[in-house]
């Protein structure tokens, strides 16, 4: 509803006509509205609207991050392992049969295959990556542990956004002993041997069972990872906080929570974003580490930390069966750098040193 | 100043200081004022005398740790906004009481569209639905005459010009139909052109809405047709206060007859220097112990150095803070007094009673 009812004193100033002006020499002058001294203004909304429409700060962005190839080979690859380990798994076993934890009756199945060699040592499709010494194939292992990778990579990184965004811009905004006492506590965090503690944690409360192993490794690997993150959000919330429309909005009677969450978070998204999409490789690392020690993903399920594992005491016989799953994993891993660095770029074009 | 009317706001003795490494900053010290409603009051002076100090106090903006409001009472209604809890100074910002600053270019978050900002105001003060909101926020920016408001509310503040800016600002300001505005220098960051405007709009929706308005600053250009009273600060204390067309008229203080001198002229004789008050405004953590203005006065004498002046009543609503208040006064007033003869024997005669603080244009 128009609140026209409530302040009838209010009218647009563009509707207050002017009787036309005569002057001197006779000529009638329509002068404008009242706001005619606005007419500059006027004008060059128009021309705002027909050069400028929809040049939001995302699309100048994306249009910076398709000049950047390396970014943009980044991005690709990134989908199409995406797409690859979300569908990847069904459509081999609709097309062969296998999925990652199926183990052959036949027990002269049950042992590694080389790619694409069929057990009667001819050639064929079946197995692009060959088998595991278990006879399982290894392109919908890798499929699998694609999966299992970036959903840890995903949600760990999500779990750190969601930390280090509140506690930073919480921590930046109040400043002071506030600030002070927050960050100390980063520090102390920081000094500890984190690695150490997620084994300690995984090796006291996991392996109970396959889902709950999987949801303490995201836990134990993003609350190691929003450190940086609050630091960064810490940063920028400072800088930005002495701005005027911070000032603006606090006279406007906007409460501190809304102010630190609605106006400067969203301030803050550009180097957050940045720092997401390389944190989603180094957490990535960090569980392929962790299986790798056998700590994180437990068999059946596989990640490529824990194929790598088991592919690494066979290199010298079975040498796909380390090869694939660590291709996959630098390249991703490659990609998601690339896509990091072309996205700082996009985003903080000031930074970029050409 | 005026007895008549009702007092919106009343300052008394409002101090703030900030804390600094140098020392004390009395950035704000004993500042006492009234304001009526819907008068204009223009406080103004050279920077870092502490008007925006004085104004983000009145709503107790003022950025702690460093800064502290001493002293002081703010009776706004009647109510002393300094004894409020925070929540009830939020009710009152930007609902009863709006500030428009003065960099408009920073003063709107450039990651929300233009329609979020309007409309944040009005859903947390007079509780709008979001379509209720939405309306008004084109309904206000109708109002301060930027064009197809319908299509432009949902603009970035980066595709808005400067001055279209400041007249987002001025929509948000007024949104609540607040019952104070406080300008701060609003027109320092745009062009001429679009100042003659913002003030313009400023002034007529003030006199739409009835709302008192308090102006902040260093232009006397920009007071002279809008005010109905003047506060000329220094160091952080009031110096001259009186209706606008009495303090143009017959300044009571060697500082505003400084500032009244240093205004170009349009009319001033090419080749002669524009007159400016010698020296830098003082460091105020370290004011000396008599005037603060004494080093840069001529008309300083040595009691200045050595006493603090006195608050002198010139006229009903006329004060300044001078040793020599009453011989300053009784100068201007015989200055202006044959400047008015001089025009009234070369022109035609003028009614005394309707000179309203014109002095430079008549001195041409």
């Not at chain 1, 299986?291 to 592919?311: E, K, N, T």
Request: aromatic content about 8%; charged content about 20%.
């Amino acid at each position: 509803m128009p609140p026209e009812s409530e302040e009838p004193a209010l009218t647009p100033l563009g509707t207050t006509p002017t009787p036309p002006v005569r002057t001197r020499t006779g000529d009638i002058i329509h002068t404008a509205p009242e706001f005619a001294i606005g007419e500059a203004d006027v004008r060059s909304a128009e021309l705002h609207q027909t050069t400028l429409k929809g040049t939001s700060l995302w699309r100048d962005a994306w249009r910076r991050l398709l000049k950047n190839r390396l970014a943009v080979f980044g991005l690709i690859v990134v989908c199409l392992i995406l797409v690859a380990s979300l569908a990847g798994p069904y459509v081999i076993s609709h097309t062969t049969g296998y999925s990652y934890d199926f183990i052959p009756k036949d027990s002269k199945l049950v042992k590694s295959f080389a790619p694409f060699i069929a057990p009667d040592g001819s050639f064929s499709w079946t197995h692009p990556m060959g088998t595991d010494n278990a006879g399982r194939d290894i392109l919908a292992r890798v499929l699998i542990g694609g999966r299992i990778s970036l959903m840890v990579g995903i949600i760990s990184t999500f779990v750190s956004l969601l930390i280090g965004i509140s506690y930073g811009a919480t921590s930046g905004y109040l400043g002071g002993r506030a600030d002070n006492l927050m960050m100390r506590i980063v520090d102390v965090l920081y000094s500890l041997p984190y690695m150490m503690i997620i084994i300690v944690l995984l090796a006291m409360f996991g392996g109970r069972s396959p889902l709950g192993q999987l949801v303490l490794l995201f836990i134990a690997l993003g609350a190691v990872s929003w450190l940086t993150m609050a630091r960064i959000v810490r940063g920028q919330v400072m800088s930005l906080k002495n701005q005027e429309f911070v000032l603006a909005a606090r006279a406007t009677g906007v409460s501190t929570s809304r102010i630190i969450f609605r106006h400067l978070v969203p301030n803050t998204l550009g180097p957050v974003i940045v720092y997401a999409t390389l944190t989603i490789p180094s957490v990535m690392l960090q569980e392929a580490f962790l299986s790798f020690l056998g700590l994180g993903v437990q068999a059946p399920l596989a990640s490529w930390g824990s194929l790598a594992a088991d592919g690494i005491q066979n290199i010298a016989i079975f040498p796909w069966q380390l090869i694939f799953p660590g291709v996959t994993m630098a390249l991703t891993l490659f990609s998601l750098n690339f896509l990091g660095d072309g996205l700082r770029d996009a985003l903080d074009p000031q930074m970029r040193k050409v | 100043m005026s007895s008549n009317g009702h007092t919106l706001l009343s300052v008394k003795d409002l101090r703030t200081y900030f804390e600094t490494e140098d020392g004390t900053v009395k950035a704000v010290d004993g500042i006492s004022f009234d304001l009526q409603k819907g008068e204009t009051l223009g406080i103004v002076g050279e920077s870092g005398s502490g008007k925006s100090v004085t104004n983000l106090s009145i709503i107790r903006l003022v950025p702690r740790p460093p800064g502290r409001i001493v002293s002081g009472e703010v009776l706004f209604h009647g109510q002393d906004i300094m004894a409020l809890a925070d929540d009830d100074v939020r009710k009152i910002r930007g609902k009863r009481i709006s500030m428009i600053f003065q960099d408009p270019m920073t003063s709107l978050n450039p990651f929300m569209r233009i329609s979020k900002q309007l409309m944040e105001i009005t859903q947390l003060h007079l509780g709008h639905t979001k379509s209720q909101a939405y309306e008004h926020a084109i309904h206000m920016l109708e109002l301060v005459g930027i064009p197809d408001a319908r299509t432009r509310v949902d603009s970035y503040p980066h595709e808005f010009s400067g001055g279209m800016r400041q007249r987002v600002m001025i929509a948000m300001a007024l949104s609540c139909q607040p019952e104070l505005l406080i300008a701060d220098e609003p027109t320092t960051a745009l062009d001429v052109t679009i100042q003659a405007q913002i003030l313009e709009l400023i002034k007529r929706l003030k006199e739409q809405t009835g709302a008192s308005v308090i102006l902040i600053t260093h232009d006397l250009g920009v007071v002279a047709g809008m005010t109905d009273h003047i506060i000329v600060m220094y160091a952080g204390k009031v110096f001259e206060q009186a209706p606008t067309h009495e303090l143009f008229d017959c300044p009571g203080n060697p500082y505003t007859k400084g500032l009244l001198r240093s205004v170009p002229d349009p009319a001033h004789e090419a080749g002669t220097p524009l007159y400016q008050i010698p020296g830098l405004p003082p460091d105020v953590a370290h004011l000396p112990a008599g005037c603060p203005f004494a080093p840069r006065c001529e008309r300083a004498e040595e009691i200045c150095t050595r006493e603090y002046p006195p608050f002198v009543q010139l006229a009903r609503e006329h004060f300044s803070l001078c040793h020599f208040a009453e011989e300053v006064y009784a100068q201007s007033c015989r200055e202006r007094d044959a400047a008015q003869n001089e025009v009234s024997e070369t022109v035609e005669p003028i009614d005394h009673q309707a000179t309203n603080g014109q002095t430079r244009t008549k001195n041409a």
